[in-house]
């Protein structure tokens, strides 16, 4: 193998899936820990625990970078090069957080084990499943009283719909929590509480019918040795293949804040997880390990701070390599640019990049000329597919405080909906202008960025939306009569496409059903 394919095939690119408060963020710090990109964990973000309020957020962002550069983390780690794509959580929840999934290979989905599957991780997962993403599954908080872990196993696979082979189980829990038990090798690794901001030693006992296990385990041995027979009857025998083709993830157990459990996951994870993966165009796939370089963005990391007005347009590089200073040709607008200053994400060292290559993230400074979905090749027109819009979730209605702006309104808002964050839709029958958005924040980010950059003001107002859906319809004569009869209901979006945006959940279910020949997709490709 050439020295570029054994670069490339080194590379773990993944990002974590979870719902607020299962614990990504200390799972993240602590697999810094591990790939020495920090010296003592705590410090992958401004403020943690807190729920931060809007003001809160914007004046990190103005701190030019602080979001930017934990946007996407790389760390070596047993010979791999593992890059971990960051999922905004709590109110800057985004759009951006669903595409974030286009770009990686894997997931991590971080559970709560008290709590179980939540909310947010079945949104995420639905996300995951539009490409078959492999997932791993860390389920967290051993150190508390958690459920009943069968019961927690069951609830993945019936609400999740994926088989779950657990590799480590627990023992004991909360302050009774004794460790992990690996089902495949036979250790048991022990528990030692107070670890957290260091790499915890390894402490293992082999073999659950040794001696030492019986006195390690003392009251629970017997229990313990029942639990694990009925696991193995109750659960999945690991196939490495069918968690690659995304039906089966492997489950692991442990406690994020005592870093315990998490080295073992991590093993297996640079092992298993895949490689970077080929790529489609709309003309032909895309193998990694091609030497000329080709990339997409899929986010745009906006800058909150007007006196510095570009933004980081986020690349995942599908093939090739990146060097400092190359030419690239950007295909939708068919012209050769010069990147000198990408910036790379290696944690630790924020300097810029000078190499990358497939399975990497760069960081492209986007001057106004880069959207969400744009392909960058060595000279070839590729246009990677697959980088979707998701239906908003969130509507408002928005309003002008000078009706005389009318013209910059337009123009700011399509500007900044061409970032990706939110979407614009204008009904057909009216002048008004409807914002979309998948989290509540993404509402005054527009607003005050409407208000510095493009000097005006809005105001939001409620709007009967419950959601919008891409209409398609093969049949002219039927697209024609839908649009007659639906014509209230639809809109065009930024991008020029017919929607039908839907009051009710009742609502959108009764026009599915009435126009069986128009497809109303909750996805739209860019
Ligand atoms: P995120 O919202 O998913 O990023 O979650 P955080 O990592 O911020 O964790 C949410 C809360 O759970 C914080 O107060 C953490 O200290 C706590 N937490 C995380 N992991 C554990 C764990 O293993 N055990 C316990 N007891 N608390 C944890």
Redesign the pocket.
Known sequence: MSKFAAEVDSRRTFAII??????????TEKLLLFGNAIQVAGTVKGK??TRMATSDWMAMEQQRGISITTSVMQFPYNGRTVNLLDTP??EDFSEDTYRVLTAVDSALM?IDGAKGVEDRTIKLMEVCRLRDTPIFTFV?????EVRDQIEVMDEIEDILKIQCAPITWPIGMGKAFKGIYNLYTDTIHVFEPGKGLTIPDDVRVEGLESDEAKTLLGDLYDDFVEEIELVRGASHEFDLDAYQQGLMTPVFF?????NFGVREMLNDFVEWAPKPLSRNTETREVDPHEEGLSGFIFKIQANMDPKHRDRIAFMRICSGRYTRGMKMKHVRIGKDVKIADAVTFLAGDRSNVEEAVSGDIIGLHNHGTIQIGDTFTEGEDLKFSGIPHFAPELFRRVRLADPLKMKQLQKGLQQLCEEGATQLFMPTKNNDLIVGAVGVLQFDVVAQRLKDEYKVECIYEPVNVFTARWIDCDDDRKLEEFKRKAGDNLSVDGGGHLTYLASTRVNLAMMEERWPDISFRSTREH
């Open positions: 979870s719902h607020p408060d299962a614990g990504k963020t200390t799972i943690k625990g959580g709590h971080v967290n908080k051993m150190d508390r442990g406690t994020a804040l005592s």
